[in-house]
């Protein structure tokens, strides 16, 4: 089951109880790189809440990094860097990318605290790792095919992100592709 909480714009990705701890997707988590005091501490309060233990940024974007880090490092967050772009130009890239997501998560050092995986906004770089790592580490989540997980991916959003999840046409049939030719 997937649980939403929009406060972070985030959800957990919770197909059964074999993705234990939880698998966290979503926009670009917590600070802004102007955050003030009381937002750093409600970013760490609910880092603490969601019990957090590696964050994998997917984005691009390096904006909010410098700060992202200082406040992983502080609380000894495991945290890596796999970027790429929003747009698909390249599967065999794309390809290579989802690889990297699924050594990436397969190698953390804590498996008893959760993964957030976030890129700018959530729903395409973050949701295609997500379902490359539930197909590869989880069994696809129960799913018997890459087509019903990003489905059931999708039922379990507000309406409003299931219309956006994986909304881009060539990164979904680069991650369906992935799939299929991993298992």
């Known amino acids: 089951m997937i649980q939403e909480c929009l406060q972070w714009e985030y959800c957990a990705l919770q197909f059964n109880k074999d993705v234990e701890p939880p698998l966290y997707i979503g926009a670009r988590f917590l600070m802004q790189p102007r955050a003030v005091a009381r937002e750093e501490s409600q970013c760490k309060q609910q880092i ?13 974007n390096h904006a909010a990094r410098d700060n992202h880090r200082r406040l992983y490092d502080e609380m000894h967050i495991e945290f890596h860097e796999l970027p790429i772009a929003d747009a ?4 065999k ?7 990297r997501c699924v050594e990436c998560y397969g190698a953390r050092r804590d498996r008893s605290r959760s ?61 369906l592709e992935w799939c299929k030719k991993s298992k």
């Open 48 to 60: 603490e809440n969601l019990n957090i233990g590696t964050v994998i940024n997917v984005s691009d």
């Open 88 to 91: 698909v130009e390249d599967i």
């Open 115 to 175: 993964v957030f995986i976030h890129c700018s906004l959530g729903i395409n770089r973050s949701a295609a790792a997500a379902a490359a790592i539930l197909w590869a580490h989880h069994s696809g989540g129960g799913s018997e095919t890459p087509e019903q997980l990003v489905a059931h991916m999708r039922t379990q959003q507000t309406e409003q992100r299931r219309l956006k999840l994986l909304h881009n046409d060539l990164m979904e049939m680069a991650t």
């Open 93 to 99: 890239e794309f390809h290579r990318f989802l690889n």
